[in-house]
């Protein structure tokens, strides 16, 4: 396949985004990029850092001393981010962090600055990248939008099945709250809040199976290019 695209993946919190994400990349031969990563970096940065990011110098400071990039680890078959340096892949994926992430992805100079990075990553197309804006702001010209849905129940137990093997002591409850409460943050805020794209096809996974929904979207793929 020659003639390459750019493919967004977006939709609300654990409808398996990264999950589809990864297998087209890998079908394709494409670059998989986890927006979401780089929003979960910045926030850990914030809370080791003790940052304030209610105050816009702060904010402003601490992104000039976050740098961030991918790479590809050949054991777990996937990029990984690293934040100054360190792989803080697993890291970023703990409750503490989920709990703030959503309010930090809603300040406009994180924003400003993870957009631009994402929209580099994808100049020479070959991409999928997942996310909440990346339909609509990152890259609004892309040839294939898919935007994901499931019922908040799959949802919420699949989020459980992966957390309670990290941290036992998670509830199903702390568990649906904190997707509840992204969802709202992420599909509220004022700078690209999370929505379906205009163009963007709609693909609801509460009731097919992984390799169904590869199907689906490869035959987008197809038809796209
Ligand atoms: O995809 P994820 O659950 O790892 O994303 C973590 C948070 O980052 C999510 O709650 C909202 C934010 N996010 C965002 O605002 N924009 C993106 N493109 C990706 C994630």
């Given at each position: 396949m020659t003639n390459k695209i750019i493919i967004t993946i977006d939709g609300w919190s654990s409808c398996g985004k990264s999950t589809l994400a990864k297998q087209l990349a890998k079908a394709l031969g494409y670059v998989y990029i986890d927006s979401g990563a780089m929003y979960r970096a910045i926030t850990l940065y914030f809370l080791r850092n003790h940052i304030?990011?209610?105050?816009?110098?702060?904010?402003?400071?601490a992104l000039d001393n976050i740098h961030l990039h991918f790479e590809y680890n050949e054991k777990s078959a996937q990029s990984e981010i690293f934040l100054n340096d360190e792989n803080v892949e697993y890291v970023i994926r703990d409750l503490v962090v989920a709990e703030k992430v959503s309010d930090v992805a809603a300040i406009r100079a994180v924003r400003t600055c993870a957009v631009a990075q994402q929209q580099k990553m994808g100049a020479k197309k070959g991409i999928v990248m997942d996310g909440r804006d990346i339909g609509t702001t990152v890259f609004p010209d892309a040839e294939l939008k898919i935007f994901m849905t499931a019922a908040i129940s799959v949802r919420v137990d699949r989020r459980f099945k992966e957390m309670i093997e990290k941290n036992p002591n998670i509830t199903i409850e702390e568990v649906k709250a904190n997707l509840e409460m992204r969802d709202h943050i992420d599909s509220h805020r004022e700078v690209s809040p999370l929505?379906?794209?205009?163009d963007a096809i709609l693909l609801d996974n509460t009731n097919i199976d992984m390799m169904e929904q590869l199907d689906i979207a490869l035959k987008l793929v197809a038809k796209a290019l």
């Open positions: 304030d990011w209610t105050d816009n110098k702060d904010v402003t400071q929505r379906q794209a205009e």
